[in-house]
């Protein structure tokens, strides 16, 4: 039986690489050696398509690091867009999950 205490293991959602085609999920290192560094497992996460592995996913996690990055799409807050840059729905999902 496995019974060795497990690290907390930390979601990390991830940005796009819009210089990449196609777009590639990344994360700066920096976030992944903090997480390393407080005792923690970085676990990095693109929204997946599945609704049911999104839930998994949430289940199997301790904690959540937002980043930080583009802006959250205005629609979510019953707000107008007025100018917001680079809005990612998928991330704003995976996130607000």
């Given at each position: 039986m496995f019974t060795t205490k497990c690290p907390p293991l930390i979601i990390i959602?991830?940005?796009?690489?819009?210089?990449?085609?196609?777009?590639?999920p990344w994360v700066s290192r920096?976030?992944?050696d903090a997480v390393e560094s407080a005792g923690g497992i970085a676990f990095l996460v693109a929204r997946p398509?599945?609704?049911e592995a999104l839930d998994a996913i949430i289940h199997l996690?301790?904690?959540l690091l937002l980043i930080?990055?583009?802006?959250i799409n205005p629609l979510r807050y019953n707000e107008d867009d007025r100018g917001c840059i680079g809005?990612?729905?998928e991330r704003d999902l995976l996130e607000f999950a």
């Open positions: 959602p991830t940005s796009e690489n819009d210089k990449s085609v196609p777009p590639k920096a976030y992944t398509k599945d609704d996690a301790h904690g930080g990055g583009r802006d809005v990612n729905n």
